[in-house]
Structure formats: structure tokens, C-alpha cells
């Protein structure tokens, strides 16, 4: 069965086939680094992870690109207000970024290029505009011209009537419904200058316009034509209809072959969005003692183009699941297998493998359907299970428990959360004995008055994100990140 995914450009799903047999090139719109990521944009960002997990997992040698956007709107603001320079700003966010992959397993991409560093392939993009006559210059900056581009519209199935030659907009985010010329370059003004924001260009000192961010980097780290591009759904206008009109403008050819989006995340049944407030960030979840594991099982209740309701019964729920399907892998393991199992018995396990692999498969297949593919990996834990439960009358083989074990190792590599599970478990043990160890020291160095060592083991302890508090009852302590 072929893979199949929805491809919002032609609102239908179809079958994947690569521009290159056997490789596929992904290119994911990355954040805009200006705060620390809310569990929304994590969602997009594990959709992402699942997409080029599985494509591995069906024998694709994947080329993973993720933007990160360092130059825009919003980040000069955050340097101004915090009176620092553009890179100062955003690398901690960056880091912070990163952390918080690393917790939620999602992998880092092959690239992670930066929208800063990336100037002079914009401004060749740009001059290629030119010179087919889609750009011009007004008010300093240099504008796309969508009437000189027959195809504007076709991804967002905007209504292009809706614009006039000669009406422009320079912010980077705009309404959905404000149809206009699209800034590609933006000319230098003051607060550029005061935060390093500028460069020199055929058109004078400026910056890039948000848009012509992703064309830049996404072809010339995929080429000019690529496999799939995905982000949320916020995204398909004006960004991803900006992406086709100027990268199309000024190559002739095919930008993207496959469009994907993701949903929004809701939280607690209303849309979670940093303007709101109504966000949560990871750092916020795991002080509330929420697994990462945990998320990224709930992540895969709902398929991508579908809204997730993010509630935590649903992660307390979330967390019992990965429990219990930990356990039945971890019974199965630690089982000793017959030595000589009786040629009459057929194993149980290897068909059911493979009839869970099939099916798991054949979910993933259908536009990533995770919560079918995740019903798979239940049945496979249910079927370990009864098979545990009736030892008795027919001993398993090493074959057959390998079976099972291989199945569950394969369908994990796709979804992540038992891999996680299995590493939280470690780092609580491995953290709780030397925070105990640590503790009893500090208490020690306090009651024979060395203050100095006693203050330097909080210390340590706070750089491994521990909190102690001392009470009456003596001390607790708790894991803060």
C-alpha cells in the first residue's frame, strides 16, 4: 500500500511519490525565536517528527529541514525593549528550543538554518524578481507584485479580487483577508540599526521581509523544487502562499509537490496562542509533574488535521496508557523463554506481530493516522498480555518473544514514548539518589555551620534545576527543570 498524504494544495488526499526514488526532502516552517515555545507550537513540531519517523520507518532516506526565524517583527521588538543586540535576543531562545526537543524526544533536524544567515541567497531570490518583473521598489523596500503572478491564491484559496495593483503591506503577519503586494526587503530604519538588524543590499541598508525567509533557506538547502512542506494551519496565508508566489516567481518552476498543515492545539477547549496568554510552555507542564512521555502520547490521540483538545485528564489518562503499555513491554522482556518449547505449539506472538505491524502501517499510510496506528500497538500490548496470562498451556519461545519485542521496538521508533518513558524512569532514579545524597550533605554542613558548603551544595543542586525548601518537617525538594 502506498503512502498517502492530504495535500492542502489540491484540498485531496494522495499518494506520496518522491521526486527521487527511495529519498524525501522535508522542510518544516521552524519558530519564530522570541519566547520559549507553548505546547502548541510543540504539537506542529512533533507532527513533524512523526512525519520524518515514519517515512524512515517505510525505508525513505529523509532530508529534515527546519527553519529558525531569527530576523523579523517581533524579535527586533524583543531586542529593543530588552536593549540588546538581534543575536543576544534570540539564542536563548534557541537553547531553550532545543531543551525542550530533547525532553519531548523530538530529534533535531539534519538543518536548523537561521533566517540571519541566509541574507545573500534572499537577496539573489529578490533580483531574480526583478528581473522578471514580479518586485519593485516604494518607500525604500522592495515589493512583491502578486498581479504579475497568475497563480497567487491557489494554496489558500484566497480570493485575489480582493487586492489592487499598488496597495502594499510591510508587516510581516497580516489578516487573512488583506490581499495585497507583499514586502520581500525591507528598507534600514532606526531600531534596525540599534539591534544589528541591518544589511547592505542593491537597494540600500535593510532586512528581510518574514516571507522570503523560508524560500531562501528551504531551497537552497532542498533545491528549487522539494518533496513536502509542512507547518500549522495558521500558516497556509499570507506565509506559505507568500513562499509560492516569490520562490515560483523566481525560479519557473514547482516550489513544493505536498503541502501538510497541522491543527491548532486548544487548551482546555479554547485556542492556545501566545497574543492570549493562553499558553502553556513544557517548563510549565513538567513543574506540575507532567511526563513528556505523556504528551507525546496524547499528541497522537488525534490526527494532525484534526483540533486536540489539551486537558489534563486527558494527560493523566495519557500517562496511565504509556504505564501500562511500558509494563506489558517490560513483563515481556524480563520473561524467561522455554527452553525447548514442544514442536506442536504454534506461537501466538509472531502472527500477531505482524498482523500489528500491518495495520500500524497501514494507519500511517492513510495521511498519518495515528490514532488508528496507536490502537495497533494497544492490541499488541493486550495480545502480550493474554499470552503471559496462559503460560501454562503453551511456553514462549525466544523466537516468539522476540517477535513481539521487535514490534514494539519498531512501531516505538515511530511514536517515541516508550523510548521516552524508559529515560524519564532512569533520570528519576538515577536523579531522586543523588538529590537525596546531596541533601543529606548540605543538612550535615549546615548543622556543623559551614554555611559556605551548605549554600554551594544548594547551588548545585538549583543548576540541575532541583528547588530545596527548608521547612520544619526538614527539607523537600523538587524538580523545577
Same mark, same amino acid.
Given at each position: 500500500?502506498?503512502?498517502? &498524504? ?39 513540531? &512533533? ?33 529593543? $525593549? ?29 538543518? +536548523? ?125 499570507? +506565509? ?20 501538510? +498543515? ?36 496524547? &499528541?497522537?490521540?488525534? +490526527?494532525? $488535521? ?142 556543623? $555551620? ?13 543548576? $540541575? ?17
Amino acid at each position: 500500500m502506498p503512502i498517502r &498524504f492530504y495535500n492542502t494544495l489540491t484540498r485531496r488526499e494522495e499518494e506520496f511519490v518522491p521526486l527521487a526514488e527511495g529519498r524525501a526532502g522535508v522542510y518544516c516552517c521552524g519558530p519564530t525565536v522570541y519566547a520559549a515555545p507553548h505546547i502548541g507550537n510543540l504539537r506542529t513540531f &512533533f507532527f513533524a517528527d512523526t512525519l520524518r519517523r515514519f517515512l524512515e520507518f517505510r525505508g525513505l532516506q529523509v532530508r529534515f529541514v527546519m527553519n529558525l526565524t531569527d530576523v523579523d517583527d517581533k524579535t527586533i521588538r524583543g531586542a529593543l $525593549r530588552d536593549g540588546v543586540k538581534l543575536d543576544a535576543y534570540t539564542q536563548p531562545f534557541i537553547d531553550s528550543l532545543f531543551r525542550d526537543f530533547d525532553r519531548l524526544g523530538i530529534r533535531h533536524a539534519d538543518a +536548523h538554518p537561521r533566517a540571519t544567515h541566509y541574507v545573500p541567497q534572499m537577496v539573489d531570490i529578490i533580483r531574480r524578481l526583478e528581473k522578471r518583473g514580479m518586485a519593485y521598489e516604494a518607500d525604500g523596500s522592495v515589493y512583491f507584485d502578486i498581479s504579475e503572478f497568475p497563480g497567487y491564491g491557489k494554496l489558500s484559496k484566497v480570493d485575489v479580487s480582493a487586492g489592487r495593483r499598488g496597495e502594499r503591506v510591510a508587516a510581516d503577519e497580516y489578516d487573512r483577508d488583506d490581499v495585497r503586494d507583499f514586502v520581500l526587503w525591507k528598507g534600514a530604519k532606526p531600531e534596525d540599526e540599534q539591534v544589528g538588524a541591518v544589511w547592505d543590499t542593491p537597494w540600500g541598508p535593510g532586512r528581510p521581509g518574514w516571507h522570503i525567509e523560508c524560500s531562501a533557506m528551504a531551497m537552497d538547502e532542498l533545491g528549487e523544487t522539494f518533496d513536502i512542506h509542512l507547518g500549522g494551519v495558521d500558516l497556509v496565508f499570507p +506565509h506559505h502562499e507568500d513562499e509560492i508566489a516569490q520562490s515560483e516567481g523566481a525560479t519557473g518552476k514547482p516550489f513544493v509537490r505536498y503541502w501538510l +498543515h497541522g491543527e491548532f492545539l486548544l487548551l482546555e477547549g479554547d485556542k492556545m496562542a501566545k497574543s492570549t496568554g493562553n499558553i502553556f510552555n513544557l517548563q510549565d507542564l513538567v513543574e506540575r509533574g507532567v511526563k513528556p512521555s505523556a504528551i507525546r502520547y496524547l &499528541f497522537l490521540t488525534a +490526527h494532525y $488535521r484534526s483540533k486536540l483538545n489539551f486537558t489534563f485528564a486527558a494527560l493523566e489518562s495519557a500517562n496511565e496508557a504509556v504505564r501500562r503499555i511500558r509494563g506489558t513491554r517490560t513483563r515481556l522482556r524480563g520473561h524467561p523463554e522455554a527452553r525447548d518449547p514442544d514442536p506442536a505449539d504454534e506461537p501466538v506472538l509472531h502472527p500477531l506481530a505482524d498482523e500489528v505491524l500491518a495495520g500500524f502501517t497501514g494507519a500511517m499510510d492513510a495521511d498519518l493516522n495515528t490514532s488508528v496506528a496507536l490502537s495497533e500497538l494497544h492490541r499488541l500490548a493486550s495480545g502480550v498480555n493474554q499470552r503471559l496470562e496462559t503460560l501454562g498451556a503453551k511456553p514462549i519461545s525466544s523466537a516468539e518473544k522476540q517477535a513481539a519485542l521487535d514490534a514494539f521496538e519498531r512501531i516505538d521508533g515511530v511514536f517515541g514514548f516508550l523510548a521516552l518513558a524508559e529515560r524519564e524512569a532512569e533520570v528519576d532514579g538515577d536523579l531522586a539518589a543523588w538529590v537525596e545524597e546531596r541533601i543529606a550533605a548540605r543538612q550535615a554542613a549546615r548543622k556543623s $555551620r559551614d554555611f559556605a558548603t551548605a549554600d554551594a551544595i544548594r547551588a548545585e543542586l538549583s543548576a $540541575r534545576g532541583v528547588t530545596v525548601e527548608d521547612t520544619a518537617q526538614g527539607a523537600r525538594w523538587s524538580v523545577t527543570g
